[in-house]
T-cell receptor, first 114, second 114 residues
Framework: GAGVSQSPSNKVTEKGKDVELRCDPISGHTALYWYRQSLGQGLEFLIYFQGNSAPDKSGLPSDRFSAERTGGSVSTLTIQRTQQEDSAVYLC????????????FGPGTRLTVL | AQSVTQLDSHVSVSEGTPVLLRCNYSSSYSPSLFWYVQHPNKGLQLLLKYTSAATLVKGINGFEAEFKKSETSFHLTKPSAHMSDAAEYFCVVRDQTGANNLFFGTGTRLTVIP
């Protein structure tokens, strides 16, 4: 079946511009995560959605970052006034309800801020 | 708090020789531990997982990992490396409170020499 998909695969933007990154989780998966992978580093947790509950935003690095999940499915990560340090690969993952032991990752969006 | 430490940022082996990628964990709870692999320009893929069942865990592509509580280790091994094993490997521990998000190590890049 279809896995987690993300778009765009690559995004180049100028410093100060806003960007939107999209994630389509696996159908039926209730939990959705966003992570950031900076060059030479492991993944950093950003935000977590579970069903209709309020999202866990504890990993967002600044108030320039926000995310929505509409209808319990597609999610959009928005970065406002991008900075060069925002350059990274942004990964989305989903998992089914009640299964805490595996997250299924998308291919990521590589963001480059010039 | 949970965390993992990958002791080697880069490991190089010859094709057909054993692979050892080291990981130590820190967890206040009985941990859930994972190894993920990331091939170039591909998404993260789960190799194997430990969830307090058998301490020796077998994964895909001939990889294994052994959970050793006394050493707080979860090293990844494979008896004989293939060229296709060249990738980035991440040791991961699951947060067992709140979001159940994953804490990633900084990764080990495996190079396989023909």
């Amino acid at each position: 079946g279809a896995g987690v998909s993300q778009s765009p695969s690559n995004k180049v933007t100028e410093k100060g511009k806003d960007v939107e990154l999209r994630c389509d989780p696996i159908s039926g998966h209730t939990a959705l995560y966003w992570y950031r992978q900076s060059l030479g580093q492991g993944l950093e947790f950003l935000i977590y959605f579970q069903g209709n509950s309020a999202p866990d935003k504890s990993g967002l690095p600044s108030d320039r970052f926000s995310a929505e999940r509409t209808g319990g499915s597609v999610s959009t990560l928005t970065i406002q006034r991008t900075q060069q340090e925002d350059s990274a690969v942004y990964l989305c993952a989903s998992r089914p309800k009640g299964s805490y032991n595996e997250q299924f990752f998308g291919p990521g969006t590589r963001l480059t801020v010039l | 708090a949970q965390s993992v430490t990958q002791l080697d940022s880069h490991v190089s082996v010859s094709e057909g020789t054993p692979v050892l990628l080291r990981c130590n964990y820190s967890s206040s709870y009985s941990p859930s531990l994972f190894w993920y692999v990331q091939h170039p320009n591909k998404g993260l893929q789960l190799l194997l997982k430990y969830t307090s069942a058998a301490t020796l865990v077998k994964g895909i592509n001939g990889f294994e990992a052994e959970f050793k509580k006394s050493e707080t280790s979860f090293h990844l091994t494979k008896p004989s490396a293939h060229m296709s094993d060249a990738a980035e490997y991440f040791c991961v521990v699951r947060d067992q409170t709140g979001a159940n998000n994953l804490f990633f190590g900084t990764g080990t890049r495996l190079t396989v020499i023909p």
